[in-house]
């Protein structure tokens, strides 16, 4: 089994921002919508549901729900900083296409 991964510039920039949220975990979601039929969700939680499974690296816990994580096999999020502006991405193999945003793809 492939398990979730984060990136150094992605833990990085969840630490920068747990400060501010002053939140003690960064949650990835999966919900139905967006322009390819799933997308991404990323949030702040200050509590671990039971179904919660933990992703801890670089000094960071990210949170992926069990049903997400069926979406996120073997995916990884990263945090990308570009000309146009910074954003989390998740490089998922799971994905046969994406939207121009990155935030939604299909299955």
């Not at 630490?15 to 949030?43: H, I, K, M, T, W």
């Not at 702040?44 to 994580?69: N, P, Q, W, Y």
């Not at 995916?75 to 046969?96: H, I, M, R």
Request: glycine letters at 10%; aromatic letters at 12%; proline letters at 2%.
């Amino acid at each position: 089994m492939n398990q979730f991964s984060i990136t150094e510039a992605a833990a990085n920039r969840i630490a920068e921002l747990q400060g501010a949220e002053n939140a003690p975990y960064f949650r990835v979601r999966v919900d139905g919508g967006g322009c390819s039929g799933f997308q991404y969700v990323f949030d702040f939680d200050h509590d671990k549901a039971e179904e919660d499974i933990d992703f801890e690296a670089h000094g960071i816990t990210v949170l992926v729900d069990d049903m997400s994580l069926g979406f996120l096999e073997g995916a990884q999020l990263d945090y990308v900083e570009e000309l146009l502006g910074s954003y989390f991405k998740v490089e998922n193999p799971n994905a046969t296409a994406s939207c121009g945003c990155g935030t939604s793809f299909s299955i």
